[in-house]
RNA sequence: GCUCAAGUGGCGGAAUUGGUAGACGCGCUGGAUUCAAAAUCCAGUUCUUUCGAGAGUGUGGGUUCGAUUCCCACCUUGAGUACCA
């Protein structure tokens, strides 16, 4: 009987399906095992040998698992919403339903060839409304959540809100928005709806912000950071620009520390928790404010300025002071006359005269009561609505404003003055909370502003060594601080940064440039004034864009004080740093700093956090790499947010409406007026009185709150992200079809977490950090029982291919082969792999067919052939190295390929592919069929009373091969298992092994390796079950013991003859042995040895 | 630049509590079988060699009786990240 490959695989491949070998129950007396794959995007271009590899693997893993008694979980589904759908259909007008439908179906059937043994019960498809209701689910419970840093974990907003109510934000210990207002709790209660719904998105781990994104003009959307690759697109290689625009963002942020102290529960790769760890990059310092001296050196001295006092002014006060001070030395002649009148507290109250109140200097206040009174001359139409806006900023601060005009105030001062007294005497005192507290805090500030520049450092123990500072040129400070005489040079210099492009500056990084402000800063501890550059050396986005320069400790700050001619005082003792700046840390001592003399860093470091914190100055802090993930993308085939507006501010449709489908669209292009895709769909709308999606005709949004409101509004028009389906998929998959919860909780229970997931390394900073971001966010909200979802994680590396390449000579149609092309100038042209042979020859007439040009050209050939060159490289079309998976399964069957995958080398590895090898694994399989068939004329043959003279060493080959095997599974080494299984057939063959106490065991050894021909066989052997879940064979040592040892025998370590000896022999008794045979003597020549070393059951060194 | 991997025959790779380097497979060489080919089987295959032997795991040092394995320095390749304060 011949081995039939194709027809023993098509066999079992039919019975495992209709017995449903493989479906995993939710409750057993087995211990669980769950086995997962990275689900795949299903691409127009199918599957290449390269894909199935970390298949492959886990199904081996889990066929093993099965073997070993455990109720395995193994399904597969597919990551099935993304871009080339979309893509294809804005080209052809397809639905990209109906082509992800389509390459679904191929995947499903290269899939199945292959012999996986998935649940395909399970199967999910991120693009299903009965999927991706979960999604949206989950995207509800992300903006219904805060993060609260006291409990350390997210909670419900509506206990939030409960707190803002009593009392107000001030405690609030949360991960928010930075510029978030403090209110009390009777604050809270008069703002309007809006507003609060305002404050509350500053909170919500789901917000919506305008942000600055990463705009692909080409694509039309926005990327997330890890979609782009050197300054362009990861999908199509489009250039990204910055660009502002209101998104949905998801709070990671708030759980940066703990996706990296999560990294030390969980059995990943350390390249893969390393990456992540750079990912959130964090680091460990303090953050530091200097204030700022408005003037260059010398003019003034810190300490005389007027105190800022009840000044509330913002990081700007100091400047606005200025102006203020000026404005009051020069008032306009209506200003002179009223503040005339009201400067004797004419009016019995206390009035200021061009007063700081918040960022706007006013004309005059009486605090007590709040009551501003501004007086205008002719103003432009501009400036009117600034003037309105700014009302009601100040009105929502709780002051009145009130205008006269100039004429008035000089024609009739009487009247307005009754006008004030009116006014005031309708105004109650109010000292609310909020600004008694905002009173004693700046009183307490530093007389020289209330704020200064705000910077981050990791080594806050050279703040002694800090001569100058330096601001990102984008910094919002620049150009308040700059002097007069500064500001050509610097606004060349933001003028030219500005125009280099993203790419040149990461490019160039040696040139050194950067523009002295004007402005100066006050150090903290010494009070000397610190002159503010800026440079491009320091980012804008990371920390707070500004940093505190010490060049002696840091290589970037010391070039670029010598480039400058910046003084570099030493800090450090006993250390030249006349070369280069000094920045060990461990052998840091400080000197030439005050208190800190003689400390090492972290004492000084601890230290000088301390002082900072006595000067209200700084204090300890972490900073985090890692920003929040843009959430929206103007797509198509995506996932639509379960979103309308009302009022322009973002509401959540209940769980039970969901899943909100997405609609159809004429074009998949976004509309004329730049709105994403789905502004395209005419049925959009939300009627809140029927649940609906509704025709976008009725939205009545004109009238919103009013009585023509009939509750319909307009939905989200943007759609989510690639990684949105796949952050939750493990957990769906345990409970597939459940429409109420995403997993029921018995399911989620019993599954718990993945054991083993296999997956791609280039998925480390995006979807196996933003899965792990979601996991832990579930298990706050008590969804989830655990918070890491995968145990062990293991990256398979990437099958590369083997590019063939012929040779022609320029300018003619002659082709000459490897050998003999250095004697020409030849063109390298690549060619399709599958034309060529295991010894490099490529078919030539198959050539001649393969592209016209081949078809009349000459070839110059080596001997008879034509020899190919090789190159290895990524599997591409373009470089015709794909070899396609459903042509080798008809050659030489899906277990050749199962095995030869493995094969290949360590799973991790990036390896080439080169299909001439099969043809050692597809002999090892037939040679595995011989061994049941040795009957005449190949007829099955295996006995069940063995042979006695033999089954010993059978016995040994066989626990040899169950050791290593066991072994190497459960350290994922593959291709040293196949070695070992041919090694096996060998020996066996060799032995003329035909007992079914040997053959059988071993059948299921091999058959989570190639499943196909082991069921076959074993179903040969009598079996009415799959050997999918036979006990996998015990190892039994007693067969491996061996008498004696071949020992070698070295001279001064180099190995020279061996020699065989019984095993029990003594140390003393080996060395006599040894010495005394003929070929030492020969070694030897006459000498003594110095010395001879004897490791019983290992080896024999002779020295000397 | 930094971080993490990795460097072994013509090729993929094996071997690490330090103990016979090159398992297993491809390719190649020779032979058997065949009219021939395919397929199959057998033998050989790290390099050098004066056939005694000598050298050899990226390079140079070191530790050791003994190093592919441990230590130091360097080189090369791949991956990630990048003026991260």
Redesign the pocket.
């Known amino acids: 009987m011949k081995y039939d490959f194709n027809e023993v695989e098509a066999k079992w491949q039919k019975y495992w399906a209709e017995n449903q070998t493989f479906k995993a129950v939710n409750n057993s007396e087995k211990p669980k095992y769950y086995v997962l794959d990275m689900f795949p995007y299903p691409s127009g271009a199918g599957l290449h040998v390269g894909h199935p590899l970390g298949y492959i693997a886990s199904d081996i893993y889990a066929r093993y698992k099965r073997h070993k008694g455990f109720n395995v979980l193994h399904p597969q589904g597919y990551d099935s919403f993304g871009l080339p759908a979309e893509q294809y259909a804005i080209q052809t007008g397809q639905h990209p339903a109906i082509t992800t439908a389509e390459n679904i179906k191929t995947y499903r059937r290269q899939l199945d060839q292959i012999g996986f043994s998935f649940d395909w019960s399970r199967e999910v498809r991120t693009s299903d409304a009965s999927y991706y209701k979960w999604t949206q689910w989950i995207f509800i419970q992300l903006f219904e959540s805060w993060y609260n840093n006291d409990s350390n974990k997210a909670e419900d907003i509506s206990g939030l809100v409960t707190i803002f109510e009593t009392e107000g934000n001030t405690n609030v210990n949360a991960v928010s928005d930075d510029n978030v207002e403090v209110f009390s709790a009777e604050d809270w209660k008069v703002f309007s709806s809006k507003k609060q719904q305002e404050i509350l998105l500053q909170y919500r781990l789901t917000y919506l912000a305008e942000t600055e994104v990463n705009w692909c003009p080409v694509l039309g959307t926005v990327l997330a ?2 979609e782009i ?2 300054g362009v697109s990861e999908r199509g290689g489009h250039p990204v620009i910055r660009k502002k625009m209101t998104q949905w963002s998801m709070r990671i942020s708030a759980y940066a520390e703990r996706l990296l102290q999560g990294l030390n529960t969980i059995d990943w ?3 893969l928790k ?2 992540q ?3 959130i ?1 964090k ?1 460990v ?1 303090a953050s530091v404010l200097f204030p700022i001296l408005s003037f260059p050196r010398g003019e003034e001295k810190a300490g005389s300025y007027t105190r800022a006092g009840y000044m509330t002014g913002g990081n700007n006060s100091h400047l606005l002071l200025e102006r203020a001070k000026e404005m009051r030395a020069n008032p306009t002649q209506a200003e002179a006359v009223l503040w005339e009148q009201l400067r004797n507290k004419n009016l019995e109250a206390k009035f200021r005269q061009q007063h700081l109140i918040g960022d706007y200097i006013v004309d005059f206040v009486c605090l007590k009561k709040r009551l501003i009174i501004e007086v205008d001359g002719k103003i432009h139409e501009s400036q009117i609505e600034e003037d309105a806006k700014r009302t009601e900023i100040l009105e929502n601060d709780y002051y009145k404003v009130i205008r006269f005009t100039n004429e008035e105030v000089l024609g009739d001062i009487e009247s307005v003055l009754e006008n004030i007294k009116k006014e005031l005497a309708q105004r109650e005192s109010i000292q609310s909370k909020s600004q008694q507290s905002e009173q004693e805090q700046s009183e307490q500030v530093p007389p020289s502003g209330a704020r200064g520049i705000e ?5 806050p123990d050279t703040i002694f060594g800090v001569s100058f500072m ?1 601001l ?1 040129p984008e910094h919002e400070l620049v150009s308040q601080i700059t002097t007069p005489e500064q500001k050509e040079a610097v606004d060349a210099y933001i003028l030219a940064t500005a125009k280099r492009s993203e790419r040149d ?2 490019a ?6 950067g523009v002295f402000t004007g402005a100066y800063a006050e150090h903290p501890f010494t009070k000397e004034p610190i002159p503010i550059w800026i ?16 060049p002696c400790g ?4 010391y070039d670029f004080a010598k480039h400058f001619n910046i003084s570099i005082p030493n800090i450090f003792e006993g250390v030249d740093i006349s070369e280069e700046a000094f920045s060990d840390k461990e052998k840091t001592i400080i000197a030439n700093s005050d208190f800190l003399n003689g400390m090492n860093y972290k004492k000084a470091t601890k230290r000088a956090i301390y002082e900072l914190e006595q000067l209200g100055q700084g204090e300890g802090k972490t ?1 985090y ?1 890692l920003r929040d993930a843009v959430f929206s993308r103007q797509r198509y085939w995506g996932e639509p947010f379960p979103v309308y507006y009302v009022n322009g501010m973002p509401q959540m449709i209940a769980k039970e409406h969901l899943p909100i489908k997405l609609p159809e669209v004429e074009k998949y292009l976004p509309t004329e007026t730049g709105e994403p895709p789905l502004g395209n769909a005419t049925v959009w709308a939300w009627d809140t009185n029927t649940n609906q999606v509704v025709s976008n005709d009725l939205i009545t949004q004109s009238t919103v709150g009013g009585n023509q409101d009939k509750g319909i509004y307009p939905l989200e028009l943007n759609t989510m992200p690639g990684w949105a389906g796949s952050s939750f998929y493990f957990n769906r998959y345990m409970d597939p079809d459940n429409d109420n919860e995403m997993a029921s909780k018995e399911a989620l229970d019993y599954w718990q977490d993945v054991d083993l997931y296999i997956g791609g ?2 998925h ?2 995006g979807h196996l950090l933003y899965s792990r971001f979601w996991q832990k966010f579930l298990f706050d909200k008590g969804v989830v029982p655990v918070d890491e979802y995968a145990k062990k994680l293991i990256n398979q590396g990437m099958i590369l291919g083997t590019s063939a390449i012929v040779y022609r000579i320029s300018g003619t149609n002659k082709y000459v082969s490897k050998g003999l092309k250095d004697s020409y100038d030849v063109e390298e042209i690549r060619v399709d792999v599958n034309m060529v ?5 490529i078919d030539i007439e198959a050539l001649k067919k393969w592209q016209p040009q081949f078809n009349n050209a000459e070839f110059i050939l080596e001997g008879s052939s034509y020899i190919v060159g090789r190159e ?1 490289e990524k599997m591409s079309k373009r470089w015709y190295n794909v070899v396609n998976p459903d042509a080798i399964c008809a050659q030489y069957g899906a277990d050749s390929l199962r095995l030869y995958e493995m ?4 799973l ?5 592919w ?1 299909t ?9 399989l ?2 595995l069929w ?1 061994l049941y068939h040795q009957g005449e004329n190949g007829t099955f043959h295996v006995t069940s009373s063995p042979p006695k003279e033999r089954l010993g060493e059978a016995l040994k080959t066989l626990h040899k091969t169950i050791k290593k095997v066991e072994e ?1 599974i459960e350290n994922f ?1 593959f ?2 298992s ?6 096996a057939v ?1 020996e066996l ?2 032995q003329k092994c035909k007992s079914k106490e040997i053959l059988e065991p071993l059948l299921i050894l091999i058959s989570p390796y190639a499943p196909h021909i082991a069921e076959e066989l074993y179903s040969q052997l009598g079996h009415n079950e799959s050997i999918s879940t036979a006990d996998f064979p015990k190892f039994d040592a007693s067969h491996l013991v061996e008498s004696s ?4 025998i ?1 001279f ?5 003859f ?1 020699l065989e000896l019984p095993l029990d022999l003594s140390k003393d008794a080996i060395e006599a042995a040894v010495m005394a045979h003929e070929k030492t003597k ?1 070694q030897l020549g006459g000498r003594t040895p110095k ?1 001879v ?1 004897v ?1 019983p059951g ?6 000397g």
């Open positions: 950071n890890d690759v050197n790769t350390d390249s390393e990456s760890r750079n990912w990059g680091s310092g910077v981050f450092t990791t080594r330096t990102a500056r990461m160039d990084v040696k040139t050194i440039s440079g491009d050396y320091v980012l804008a986005g990371y920390g707070t864009g500004a940093v505190m320069s010490v840091d290589q970037r700050d900073n790499r390394s280039e480390a900073t042979n295991a010894s490099d020859e290895v094969f290949l080398g360590p991790e590895q990036y390896k080439p080169n001439a090898g099969i043809t050692g694994v597809h002999n090892f037939k040679k011989k190497d080494s291709n040293t196949v070695s070992t299984f041919m090694i060998n063959t060799a040892k071949n020992y070698p070295s001064n370590g180099k190995m020279r061996t020969e010395k070393i490791v290992k080896i024999v060194n002779i020295v």
